[in-house]
């Protein structure tokens, strides 16, 4: 039975209002936890809101509606029919989001709560698009926003962020020294991370309600998604088992998840291989080495009846390529998600007639450096 929505821990089952500001739960032993929200029962076609050209049309479907939504105009993106060696696929432009890629969604959802709660500056800690939609929604919504990166990003990375007035902190060390370094921060901040905070994920679910929309309110067969830390995962976990809940659906569609093999904790736990250590990718978006909700991503391939496939780089450069003569023009991290379409369909786990949708999820004109390097071009 649904109750009132709540932050809860998907662990011990303890949940928290969601009026006060928070970005983590208390576990026994006084760590923090990272928490998700009660299951929220979903909404039909009539509550969209069709005179709202955003993810905001979906309002209804949020646990809380705030006076002024902080929007750029964020979600309905394209779904566009194509191919892809050949076998029809449906690709759905998340690069065309205000800054370039589906992290706009959550920034969007995230903010627009944390300023109707008061709260004034946010921390963040990411060197890529996670920051710069943090960075562009703060501005669109007058937050002071603080980005903190590992000093060896590429200065081009955080240009955007820094261009939309955040405050860039350089941090000596790995990806994961620089999340530690914020958790160390978060008392002095609010840190509203795109890895930690529930609401974002609500923001990304509504990539699930809006897929649901373009194919005529009804759920795809398969949707294949890049996946490091897992929100693209959870937030089609979360908006289908929603519309399956208020009975808009007949089933789930199957999920897979597509990681670079060199990166792929995600994907080796699902398929039962051992870890491997961390090594450099071109899909550097989803180079998370220690994703903290594996548990619940697991859950939702294995709720879904979808699965995991692992790249190696140059079957994630070939799609990269492959979709730019095609005019799809993505980062090499999302790429890989049509690579394992292919992979998929030649396994025989996806058949060529089932209605598959592809997540690209940000623009090639971030990596420009590594296009270069593909094509062996100096710049």
Not at 7 to 25: A, F
Not at 138 to 148: D, F, Q, V, Y
Not at 319 to 325: C, K
Request: hydrophobic share 40%; proline share 7%.
């Amino acid at each position: 039975m649904l109750t009132d929505p709540a932050y809860i821990d998907p662990h011990s089952g303890r949940t928290w209002p969601l009026s006060v500001p928070r970005w983590h739960g208390d576990g026994a032993d006084g760590a923090r936890v990272p928490l998700m929200l009660t299951p929220l029962p979903g909404i039909g076609r009539e509550a969209i809101v069709v005179s709202e050209r955003s993810l905001w049309r979906y309002r209804s479907a949020l646990p809380f509606l705030p006076d002024a939504p902080i929007t750029l105009g964020e979600g309905c993106t394209p779904l566009i029919g194509g191919r892809y060696q050949g076998v029809p696929v449906h690709f759905k432009c998340e690069w065309m989001n205000p800054s370039g890629s589906f992290k706009d969604r959550g920034a969007s959802v995230m903010l627009s709560l944390l300023r109707s709660q008061g709260i004034d500056a946010v921390l963040e800690d990411s060197s890529g698009n996670g920051g710069a939609a943090v960075a562009t929604y703060a501005a669109a919504g007058g937050l002071r926003a603080r980005i903190m990166v590992p000093a060896s990003t590429s200065p081009a990375k955080t240009v955007q962020a820094r261009a939309a007035g955040a405050e860039i902190t350089l941090v000596p060390g790995t990806r994961q020294d620089c999340a530690d370094a914020a958790l160390g921060e978060a008392d002095n901040i609010f840190y509203a991370s795109h890895n930690w905070h529930p609401f974002f994920l609500q923001g990304t679910k509504t990539l699930a309600y809006e897929l649901w929309e373009d194919l005529g309110f009804r759920a795809p067969d398969n949707v294949i998604v890049p996946c490091g830390a897992g929100s693209n995962v959870l937030g089609c976990g979360i908006g289908f088992a929603e519309l399956l809940r208020a009975g808009q659906i007949e089933k789930l569609p199957r999920i897979f998840a597509a990681q670079p093999t060199n990166c792929a904790p995600i994907a080796r736990a699902f398929l039962n291989e051992p870890d491997e250590p961390a090594r450099p990718t071109i899909a550097e978006g989803t180079a998370i080495a220690q994703p903290m909700r594996l548990r619940e991503v697991l859950g939702v391939l294995r709720e879904s009846a979808g699965g995991a496939v692992m790249l190696s780089e140059a079957e994630i450069a070939e799609a990269a390529l492959a979709l730019a003569r095609n005019g799809i023009y993505v980062e090499p991290t999302c790429a890989q998600a049509a690579s394992a379409f292919g992979k998929l369909i030649r396994a025989g786990r996806i058949d060529p007639g089932e209605t598959t949708v592809v997540v690209l999820t940000g623009t090639g004109l971030k990596d420009t450096r590594r296009y270069a390097e593909l094509l062996g071009i100096a710049i």
